[in-house]
């Protein structure tokens, strides 16, 4: 009988010593339950915010492909002044209920065509002979990749001077 009712020797320590076995273990499931609870909070308060991250990161990995698209299709549709054209098809985006580079892009080529280079019609890359070479620029250039190719400064020089007459 002296195991269940042990009187405490300090009078001031009686609720540290258990009266009863029982009560000392349920006390002691107590604090662990309470150290869980805790630790279970501040998980989940560090898995708001990771979440929180996670959601801002994918939309900055969004945002950078939709960037690069954009700059894509206006380097396509060569656009003289990319920073602006940049600009406006990204306003033109996000006043979209649906999101369409595509179309933001062509939209403001049809709206806005000095941002973007006038193709001529009278020469094109495909001709067998451009109109402003001559042959003195046909020899120049072929000195030039004979320049490269040699890396020889003679063929260099040489090179300079059939420039210079070819102007």
């Given at each position: 009988m002296t195991?269940?009712t042990?009187?405490?020797?300090?009078t001031?320590?009686?609720?540290?010593?258990p009266?009863?076995?029982?009560?000392g273990?349920a006390?002691k499931?107590?604090?662990?339950?309470?150290?869980?609870?805790?630790?279970?909070?501040?998980l989940?308060?560090?898995?708001?915010?990771?979440?929180?991250?996670?959601?801002?990161?994918?939309?900055?990995?969004s945002?950078?492909?939709?960037?690069?698209?954009?700059?894509?299709?206006?380097?396509?549709?060569?656009?003289?002044?990319?920073?602006?054209?940049r600009?406006?098809?990204?306003?033109?985006?996000?006043?979209?209920?649906e999101?369409?580079?595509?179309?933001?892009v062509?939209?403001?080529?049809?709206?806005?065509?000095y941002?973007?280079?006038?193709?001529?019609?009278a020469?094109?890359?495909?001709?067998?002979?451009?109109?402003?070479?001559t042959?003195?620029?046909?020899?120049?250039?072929?000195?030039?990749?004979?320049?490269?190719?040699?890396?020889?400064r003679?063929?260099?020089?040489?090179?300079l001077?059939?420039?210079?007459?070819?102007?």
């Amino acid at each position: 009988m002296t195991d269940q009712t042990t009187v405490p020797k300090d009078t001031d320590t009686a609720d540290e010593m258990p009266v009863n076995p029982a009560v000392g273990e349920a006390k002691k499931y107590r604090k662990r339950a309470q150290a869980a609870e805790q630790s279970l909070d501040e998980l989940r308060r560090e898995l708001d915010e990771k979440s929180a991250k996670l959601t801002e990161l994918e939309k900055t990995v969004s945002d950078l492909e939709r960037a690069g698209r954009v700059d894509q299709l206006l380097i396509e549709a060569e656009a003289v002044d990319l920073e602006s054209a940049r600009l406006l098809t990204t306003m033109a985006i996000e006043q979209m209920d649906e999101p369409d580079v595509e179309l933001a892009v062509t939209e403001l080529k049809r709206r806005k065509p000095y941002l973007f280079r006038a193709r001529s019609r009278a020469s094109s890359a495909m001709s067998a002979r451009p109109e402003h070479a001559t042959p003195a620029r046909e020899a120049a250039d072929h000195a030039a990749g004979e320049a490269y190719a040699t890396g020889n400064r003679a063929d260099l020089l040489r090179y300079l001077r059939l420039k210079r007459k070819a102007r």
